[in-house]
T-cell receptor, first 116, second 114 residues
Framework: AQKITQTQPGMFVQEKEAVTLDCTYDTSDQSYGLFWYKQPSSGEMIFLIYQGSYDEQNATEGRYSLNFQKARKSANLVISASQLGDSAMYFCAMREAYTGGFKTIFGAGTRLFVKA | KAGVTQTPRYLIKTRGQQVTLSCSPISGHRSVSWYQQTPGQGLQFLFEYFSETQRNKGNFPGRFSGRQFSNSRSEMNVSTLELGDSALYLC?????????????FGPGTRLTVT
């Protein structure tokens, strides 16, 4: 069964420091996409970064990078130089083919608190 | 380019009523997915539409239905509302339905069932 696990319900980080949010996934498919989304208190989901299962290099988008370890089935998000505005809920998600279409499943999320 | 829009943003309904939520995807996006978010269950996949066809449906009862129009706009309907249907309903659009296309989410519709 498809599964996304985020083991850190909450994380604290000091402003300007880097933080790693963990994500492991479980799939038997060879082709899949891994995503991270940010959800501030306003509720809107904001796309941060994408990693394809066939991508050999780790994805980076500004201060966000994805530490992709395929053999371990992990896709950790690294936020460098944390800012107060990074305080939010972060979701790891996996998208793969499913019964003729595609399906995205989400982890339970990690709430990040950035301290001044 | 305008983002994904959802209407209404907030809704209060009584148990037993029905409700229709609307989603307008980003221009040019053909795939629309719906999710239910609750504190207890997290984000759960409801269904996915591509070019007016429902390609996938999550594990929800038949009271939950949807459709997509030729302009890619989508509606979701919940009949015979139950208290447990209170949730944030999120719509997401993507260029196509493939794995590599990120989904862009709307602001959501917060439904409260009393």
């Amino acid at each position: 069964a498809q599964k996304i696990t985020q083991t850190q319900p909450g994380m604290f980080v000091q402003e300007k420091e880097a933080v790693t949010l963990d994500c492991t996934y479980d799939t038997s498919d060879q082709s899949y996409g891994l995503f991270w989304y940010k959800q501030p208190s306003s509720g809107e989901m904001i796309f941060l970064i994408y990693q394809g299962s066939y991508d050999e290099q780790n994805a980076t988008e500004g201060r966000y990078s994805l530490n992709f370890q395929k053999a371990r089935k992990s896709a950790n998000l690294v936020i460098s130089a944390s800012q107060l505005g990074d305080s939010a809920m972060y979701f790891c998600a996996m998208r793969e083919a499913y019964t003729g279409g595609f399906k995205t499943i989400f982890g339970a999320g990690t709430r990040l608190f950035v301290k001044a | 380019k305008a983002g994904v829009t959802q209407t209404p943003r907030y809704l209060i309904k009584t148990r037993g009523q029905q409700v229709t939520l609307s989603c307008s995807p980003i221009s040019g996006h053909r795939s629309v997915s719906w999710y239910q978010q609750t504190p207890g269950q997290g984000l759960q996949f409801l269904f996915e539409y591509f070019s007016e066809t429902q390609r996938n449906k999550g594990n929800f009862p038949g009271r939950f239905s949807g459709r997509q129009f030729s302009n890619s706009r989508s509606e979701m309907n919940v009949s015979t509302l139950e208290l447990g249907d209170s949730a944030l309903y999120l719509c997401a659009s993507s260029l196509a339905g493939q794995v590599q296309y990120e989904q862009y989410f709307g602001p959501g519709t917060r439904l409260t069932v009393t």
